[in-house]
């Protein structure tokens, strides 16, 4: 009989393990999971989650699959247990139990962990990362008691949960290092609206603001300090990127630069070992073939499916999904697709005013990627655009008479 060992049984994880059942893969497999809780949707955790109610049922709206399905896929779940060691030689990895399991094949999907940041104060309680669930359910009871919370980041992350506790009536102030909010991913376009429609909201965003300590007392954080000043705080979020788990593959031999990496079937260095999602760099064709590492649930969801078909006999299987993202902050839905790499010119289309629009962004001639605000048909399009590998005149898009559909023939 055969094994394919899984470890880490999130979005990556679990796709995996439910597309090579689907993919008709009769042998074992193994999902072996560091956390207590059933895999679940890591996305509401910053959104609906935050503002719900906390019960048991809202929890249980997150679950990837229901807890049955594990049993009926014949799928060995282990929660709780961390793989501790990889024994690539011997084709076996060493549990936190003790155990050792052998495989054919071993999927690295350990994802990434959240960044924290090594400045003075940053052990005192109050300061919190969002990564997992069980983060969720501590922030969730703090932010219930909070009368003024500080994100320090702003991204993705962090903007979501700074809309959510807003909503929730939270005073809440945002510190960005950077001259705008998202600045790596998105056009100065979409941050200058980003940031206008919050500040409306009433959330404070303060930028190029580098905050240098914590302070508090009585052991927990009461104020967050920067260059420019002090800000009060009794609930401190730290959005500052994540760091791909990539340790255990390293412990193993196996080649990693910001990430596993791997090649276009998702294989590592070693031939039976792969690695997918926020853990896995690969050379990425939307990226002018830049080897790089995207945090996204299409990117594990997809590379999960990749890695199926590699294993239940197509050798011709290659990673080349078009990327795409989102992020609900509030009443703005933020849709991403392709990768702003070398982009030297923006389009808008449509009127930012009006709170929807999309900016088309183009290296030179060439559209790589679009942003959508409030626009969830021409993100759909966008997608074809961008897959099609179709760059419209640029006059064409300012146009909104125009129909996007028009521009795919
Ligand atoms: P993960 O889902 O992180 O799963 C990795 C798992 O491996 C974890 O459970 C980890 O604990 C476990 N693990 C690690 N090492 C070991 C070990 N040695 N042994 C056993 N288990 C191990 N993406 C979007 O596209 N849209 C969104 O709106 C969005 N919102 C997000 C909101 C939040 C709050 C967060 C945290 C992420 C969000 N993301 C979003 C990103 C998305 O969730 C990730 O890209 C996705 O989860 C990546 O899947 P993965 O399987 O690679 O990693």
Redesign the pocket.
């Known amino acids: 009989m055969k094994r394919v060992v899984i470890?880490?049984?999130?979005?990556?994880?679990c796709s995996l393990a439910s597309a090579l059942r689907a993919s008709g893969y009769d042998g074992e497999i193994s999902l072996?999971?560091?956390?207590a809780d059933y895999p679940y949707h890591?996305?509401p955790?910053?959104k609906a989650f935050m503002s719900g109610d906390g019960s048991a049922q809202s929890e249980q709206k997150l679950l990837l699959e229901p807890e049955s399905f594990y049993v009926e896929q014949r799928i060995d779940l282990r929660r709780n247990?961390?793989?501790r060691a990889i024994n690539a030689p011997a084709d076996s990895v060493i549990l936190s139990s003790g155990d050792i399991l052998q495989y054919d094949h071993l999927v690295l999907?350990?994802?990434?962990r959240a960044r924290t940041l090594p400045i003075r104060g940053s052990e005192l309680l109050g300061i919190e990362v969002?990564?997992?669930l069980k983060d969720a359910r501590r922030i969730r009871r703090s932010l219930e008691n909070s009368q003024s919370m500080v994100v320090v980041g702003g991204g993705?992350?962090g903007l979501?949960l700074a809309a959510t506790a807003r909503q929730l009536g939270k005073q809440v102030t945002v510190l960005e290092t950077a001259a705008r909010i998202m600045e790596r991913a998105v056009a100065p376009a979409v941050s200058e609206f980003v940031t206008r429609r919050h500040r409306d909201k009433g959330i404070a965003i303060e930028l190029n603001a580098c905050v240098t300590a914590f302070a508090g007392r009585d052991g927990h954080v009461t104020a967050v300090q920067g260059e420019a000043g002090e800000w009060a705080a009794d609930l401190v979020i730290v959005g500052a990127g994540a760091i791909p788990?990539c340790e255990?593959a390293e412990a193993a031999g196996i080649v990693c630069a910001n990430g596993i990496v791997v090649d276009g079937q998702l294989r590592t260095s070693v031939a039976n070992i792969f690695a997918?999602?926020?853990?896995a760099a690969y050379e990425n064709a939307f990226a002018g073939n830049q080897r790089l590492r995207l945090?996204?649930?299409?990117?594990?969801n997809d590379q999960a499916r990749v890695v199926a078909q590699v294993l239940t006999g197509n050798a011709e299987a290659r990673f080349h999904a078009v990327p795409w993202?989102?992020?609900?902050q509030g009443e703005i839905k933020l849709q991403m697709v392709g990768l702003p790499f070398g982009s030297n010119a923006c389009v808008v289309r449509g009127d930012p005013a009006q709170g929807r629009f999309s900016v088309f962004r183009y290296r030179d001639d060439t559209l790589v990627a679009v942003e959508s605000i409030n626009q969830p048909l021409e993100h759909i399009l966008s997608r074809k655009l961008i897959a099609s590998g179709l760059s419209p005149a640029k006059a064409l898009l300012t146009d909104t008479m125009v129909d996007l559909k028009s521009l795919l023939n």
């Open positions: 470890v880490g049984a999130g979005h990556g994880g072996i999971s560091d956390e890591r996305p955790l910053s247990t961390r793989v999907a350990t994802g990434a969002l990564r997992s993705f992350i979501e788990n255990l997918i999602g926020d853990c945090e996204s649930i299409q990117n594990a993202f989102w992020s609900d």
